[in-house]
């Protein structure tokens, strides 16, 4: 016999970062109970809803609407939350993360968040139509393609003050416009899914929790522009960004929101899945749009630009994901609505993925102007305990470094500019007092030096001088001059490059020099990492005083660096050791010191 | 086109609309550097060097793909512009690798080019390498002998086996020459008027005197000795270096006009204010440094202790010293020990050298030292003279002995004496040999007794040198040069010569009203040094063993003053050549990069680092890949894409691995390369280079020659390069010509097919004869006979020949037109002219391309680019073919048709338009014949065809309507197009089709068929009949079949030039068979074939690169010739042969061309033409096409073909089977002729 319980349904996050800490499992399991016990409660998949860190994480609604989230759920636990919660409707308050009603810890998360992107990720099941039209879904297609003129729809955007998330913060209202404008029957729109900053998951998660949010932003795009293609270019890395949009382009297809007539009108779109094959160059446009010809996935020079000029040489409008998922909502809250949020030249709100030294790692969609602090204290909860915050890096590998100092510096296009820094799409990487400044622009550049398509000289051969420099820095070999040739070389790759790639390449090392020049300075004059990360640099000793001579530094070390007595003060061998921290890890007395 | 203002650089401009920066400002004057940027290709914007500044950005913008906008303000030459593009050229040098000069010349004072004399000698070409080592060392005989040979010392062999023996190459050669009747001597310019003034006369004198008397000035050198040669002479033994040798070498400079006065000592006889007052207007000083140095201790001017200097220099004075028994030298340099070994040749018992160092710092050459101690003389290390001693005359010797302290600046250590450690030897003589200096007392006395005169003005250093600019020998007196020793110090001979050959081109520059410093300033990177060159890149590097030089025996040595070096025989020479590891860069001469580095004073090893080490592709048969030259401009890759449309290179990888690789990393043979060599011309660098043709690759300072490609009918433009006379390789001409900078794999590299088995000297019966004796049996009986000659002769060539025919009562027929000529004559037939109607411009221009594809893309490469580029334009291109060529591929409509069925689809293209219902009437000329056209193609409709031969009738139709339909219809065909059996009624359809669609003439259209052959429509025009075609002697052609003849019988003699029937033959047993019954058979050939082998008279000819006059091309363009190398010319050869005849040609191709046009209409053009296209019917005078002619219909029975028409040119057989054997493939070597 069925049981109902206290329950309306039980929601299960599948996304990707879910499904990597294990949510598919513990969705099974529910499934398992459900069966085994016979519950009748609706099991629901959703996306992504924004604490990363938590995961996997699981809903549980009452039939009155009431949500107890659980986060860090295992399959071991589910057994208990279906007997106590689910059937016997009592919450397990121990497991519990957020609650309707009740004051937890993890609501600072979401306090100072606006989700207007991630308005249903978390929410809906990305894999079905019906709960994306349910919440009002493809409503602001069917209003665009029934009742309003692509002027119109420009002026909306125009109003609403959206600028492209993808980095480089143009207008979209304007760039629609040309596109629009651009002689030419044949045109295309293109969804630039093809994220690849390290740390940065905002698109990903956008696709996997609600695909057809973008699906119809595109849609009113090309009704707007005037194409009658459109081109999803995703990182083939996405494999679940890629299913849900298909089934979202197949249902969509089957319901007449895209294909012929759509919605009985004259305007008919077709949709094509593009999967990248990682080349994180052609998050560029023209790299993309040579990439989706079959060509080398290469810049070009512009002029002209592809709203002119672009897909098999036709007309094409490009933006990235998030820009299109905002489209929908402005087109049915109206753009004053979107234009009360943010700052005078940076309307809405911009979605950051917040990672690294950080208590609450995820997803988080914020008002533009939210200052940094805000962003990584309030929301993120801080760095980890002991451990003071001393950089963020913003806008990925392109980005810069904002150090604690400017940490009162809104997120808004303008303000982070100042910094040296953009708001680029959205990666924001915290950084505490381990974190060598010197290292983490080596680690950037690397990034981004592999990643040079390998067509302009100051890209393909600068960026890698300037990774030599560094490399020879930070393990203790840095000159004279090093710092000013860095410089030098900077501001040539940045001002002597075709895209953006370079253009930006050498803010990370730009940023930290301005900032933290005293800890290059330290590695080049004084042979010294202040952060004692630098392997070449560093030392492990064994503090006499504290050693008791228990032996399991000893046993831990994998190059028998370690030697000594029981019972005695052990010593490390400086030419055999490695410095791989295992031992100061192993140690329960804090006798290894770092130095 | 619109106009629209820009700023250049602060001047305000009107520029077209549209241009780039880099073109606006190239058309300003203003020259912005690029290495990505190829006129022919997209805007690549890459490698940052065209990087412009635009007023009001913060970025560079690079200029190369940045369109001008009204207003634009662009800087291109401020500083930071500089700075941008000097560290884009930083950056690519820091990933860049190779030698741009090889270490041996790196090293030479005098930068000799020592790869390109040793890759002359291992070509055997003795005096050539003397030549080259002439142009800046007057003194191969001597430095070949005494020379220090810092260029061996840097050798990379050094790192094998030890070095080439540089050096002993040199004298191998220049004593070759010497031996020689008549020695290699300079051309002297006409007299300049200007006089210089040398005082000295040492090698740097000599060499400055040698330079400047090329150029034409009038040189004087005085000299206070009695003789020349400076230290040379007075220094260096005989046994080292005879007189006899030294004076001949002088002889060859002071030949050239160089007075030398002996005996005249600036400062006793005369001061260089007197120079100046006789009219010298700039005088050299090379005073040398002749004077030793001073021992310091007592005795040292007792009698028979002796300056080095001295010693030696009384040798030279033939005044030999008397010298004792016992003998002690003081010092350790070369003087020393020649000063040592000259004791012992003199009778001295005893020599020992005392030296304060140990052996390790002896100064001295080691072999020398060595030579020294084989001869016996002793040596005392760390000792010092501390006094001598006799009574009034030399006795005794002490010396103390020195230990090694601390080095001291010169890095070697210093020696200090141990106290108390004296010792005493029994000696006849001493001779100091501590070193040289110049002997300036004679300027310093004129110095002092007139302070305002010139010598006061000298600056001196304080070792007594003078002071001199290290470009131009300038010193502190204006036009007052000097050079040498006098200026280094004692020195080294090629030190003197390098500073001679500065001087001179100083002075020379001065005499141009030039700046005196005004030197070129080179660029160059540099491997590591061999001694930590990677190893593991001379693995591979076959151990040789370096020559030994033959000597005289020891004991024959010290007995006589004989040369002790006997020079390296020829065989070892040859065998020494090849150990050279030909270090330096191919493209030396002309690397963009290496000039912008030189013009941008780039700082090498700023930003070194990592490099993308690659090892050079040498696997392609004509083409070098070396990847760690390549800066990834990608300009090959699309170059090869984008216009030559094969895609065969591509980009590999990403960041700072990213390469430029053959498709899918093949080796390049592999891929779709065409082995046009594009990518070869397209490269800035040497990343892509032609393999060289020689056994040495140089590199070569080419001299360029503009000619006319003598392979195919397409008459491209050609740089024929060459390289100390010899054609090294064929290059287009940047832009130039029909081709607009493309040329394909024959005319690139065709040529080599004559590098082998070259015919060099005329035989008669089997037996090798004088060209006399060869000319006279040619002739003897050749009246009645048959005269065939090659396609590719020149019009000059084949006027010639033609007139030896009519002087023999005989007619002229070509092998290589068989086949072709029942084409042609389709277009006579319709059109009223055996000639194409269209140009290639007219192709470009096109909106339809018709195109029969003989295998065009491959044959006729050029014309495919030009049918590509209509494409690119928009133009419509319909194709016939038996495969999907190139062409077919980018067809809008493909019809696969095989040869034999292309009759029927051109059938059933007319057909469709008959239907349609083309007026023919209402053409713009009359064709006439209709109903015979349409009754003998009834039934050979569209669906009709389509279905008998199985293809879409949907293709065909669309085919037909867009040829029909076109408004600027372009034809193309070649003979190959069509079966030999239907060729002649299949090629009738083809212009009969272009006819109705109003495409067979008039402006922008037309029918170009395309002659296989260079000069295919020029030997047509003079009347060479197509020999073995396919209509016989009664259908097309219309005249009697001059190959029927010989078969027949009719014929008994024959002259064949330039063609082989036997190899060409599709029977040679057949056709080897019917030579055989003639009683005279000459041949002239460049290389030996089939038909040579035949042959009573053989006649060595020249290759069509050193031909001289013209082509008419396919579109009937007359091009020039122009020779480059070669020997004896072909047009010499035949005119001797029209002589023998009695008839009378004119004997240059000038005077020929000239005849031609006033005897035959149809060259009418005054002079010699440059690019005309003549008497294309209907346009160039504006007549009508031949109305008369009826449109006949097809059908000729068709004959037989006994030649494969493009194997009857041996050079391009030979060529093709080289192809072959190197693995190429198949796309290069194709299916030839019209043989099926």
Known sequence: MAKTGATAEVTVGLSSCGIAAGAADVFSAFQRQFEEKGVDVRLRRTGCIGMCYREPIVDVTTPGGAKYTYGGLTVDQVERVVDEHVVGGKPVDEWLVRADGRELPDEAYYDQQVRLVLRNAGIIDPESIDEYIEVGGYEALTKVVTSMTPDEVIDELKASGLRGRGGAGFPTGIKWDLARKAPGEQKYVIVNADEGDPGAFMDRSILEGDPHAVLEGLAIAAFTVGAQEGYFYVRAEYPLAIKRLRIAIENATERGFVGDNILGTDFSFKVHIKEGAGAFVCGEETALIASIEGQRGMPRLRPPYPAVKGLWGKPTNNNNVETYANVPWIISHGAAAYAAYGTETSKGTKVFALAGKIQRGGLVEVPMGLTIREVINDIGG?????????????????????PAEYMDTGVDYESLTKTGAIVGSGGMIVMDDTTCMVDIARFFLNFTQDESCGKCTFC???????????????????????????????????SSSLCGLGQSAPNPVLTTIKYFRDEYEAHINEKRCPALSCKALITYDIDPDKCIGCTVCAKKCPVEAITGERKEVHTIDQELCTKCDACRQACKFDAVTVS | MALVNIALNGTDVQVESGMTILDAARANGISIPTLCHDEQLEPFASCWVCAVKLEGMKRYVPSCGTKVAEGMKVWTDTEDVRAVRRMALELLLSNHRGDCVAPCQEACPASVDVQGYIALIAQGRYRDATKLVKQVNPFPLSIGRVCTRPCEGECRRNAVDGPVCIDFLKRFAADWDITNPNPYSPPVAPPTGHKVAAVGAGPASLTAAYYLAQAGHDVTIFEALPDGGGMLRYGIPEYRLPKKTLGEEIGLITGLGVKVEYGKRLGCDFTLKDLFDQGYEAVFLGLGAMASRKMRCPGEDLEGVWAGTDFLGRMGLNDPPPVGKHVAIIGGGNTAIDAARTSLRLGAEKVTIVYRRSRKEMPAWDVEVDAAEEEGVEMHFLAAPTKIEGDGKCERLEFIRMELGEPDESGRRRPVPIEGSESVIEVDNVIAAIGQLPNLDCIQQTAEKDPDSLEAKLELTHWGTIIADEKSGLTSVPLVFAGGDVVNGAATAIEAIAAGGRAAAAIDRVFHGEAVDGVPSYFNIQEERWDSFPVEELEDVVRKERQEMPELPVAERITSLDEVELGLTEEQALEEVKRCLECGCAEGFTCQLREYAAEYDVTLGRLGGDVVSDPPDRRHPFIRIEPEKC?????????????????????????????????????????????????????????????????????????????TCGFCGTGCTVDLCTAAGDLVSIAPA????????????????????????????????????????????????????????????????????????????????????????????????????????????????????????????????????????????GASVVVIADRETRLASLADVWIPATRDQVGSVLAAMVNHGLEDGVDASALPYGVTGLPELTASITGLTVDAVASKLGMPERDLRRAAELVLGADRLVTLASAPAFAPETACGDAHLAVSLAALAGGAVGEGRGVLFLRTRANGQGLSDLGFEPAGGVCGPTCCEGSGDLWAAIESGGVTAALIVGEDPVGGARDPERVAAALRKLTHLVVMDAVETATTALAHVVLPMEPPSAAEGSYTNSEHRVQTVAAAGGGRPNLETLADLAGRVGATVPATAPEIYGALSASRGTLGMPGLPDGSVWSVPGRAEGRPLNGDAALEPPGCAGGELVFDPRWTDAIEAAFSRMVEEQGLKDHVVRRVGVSA
Request: proline fraction near 4%; glycine fraction near 12%.
């Open chain 2, 734 to 873: 940047p832009g130039e010509g029909i081709n607009e900078g493309n040329l394909c794999v024959r005319g690139r590299f065709g040529f080599r097919g004559a590098l082998s088995d070259r015919i060099t000297a005329p035989r008669v019966n089997g037996a090798e004869a004088t060209w006399d004796e060869a000319l006279d049996a040619a002739t003897a009986t050749l009246q009645g006979g048959a005269v065939f000659g090659s396609p590719r002769l020149t019009n000059e060539e084949a006027y010639t020949l033609a007139a030896v025919a009519s002087a023999v009562g005989g007619e002229v027929g070509s092998f290589g037109l068989a086949g072709e000529g029942v084409v042609f004559s389709a277009l006579e037939r319709v059109l009223g002219h055996a000639s194409s109607t269209a140009t290639y411009e007219d192709v470009r221009g096109a909106d339809t391309v018709f195109v029969i594809d003989s295998d065009i893309a491959e044959e006729q490469t050029v014309a495919a680019i030009s049918i590509r580029k209509a494409a690119q334009r």
């Open chain 1, 382 to 402: 801080g760095v980890p305990e002991g451990r003071t915050f001393k950089a963020v890096q913003l806008g990925g590998p392109s980005g810069g470094c904002v």
């Open chain 1, 460 to 494: 393909r051969v600068g960026t890698k001088r300037m990774l030599e420099i560094l490399e020879r820095i930070t393990s203790g070999e840095g000159r004279d001059g090093d710092i000013e040739l860095l410089q030098e070389l900077g501001e040539k790759i940045i």
């Open chain 2, 631 to 707: 800066i990834m401009c990608g300009r090959c890759i699309r170059i090869c894409s984008d216009v030559q449309g094969a895609s065969a290179l591509g980009f590999f990888r990403r960041g700072f691995v990213a390469q430029m690789k053959p498709a899918l990393c093949q080796p390049l043979a592999m891929t779709d390369c065409e082995s046009c060599g594009q990518c070869v011309e397209a490269c800035p660098t040497a990343a892509l280079t032609a393999r060289p043709v020689a056994v040495k690759p140089g590199p070569w300072d080419l001299e360029s020659t503009i000619s």
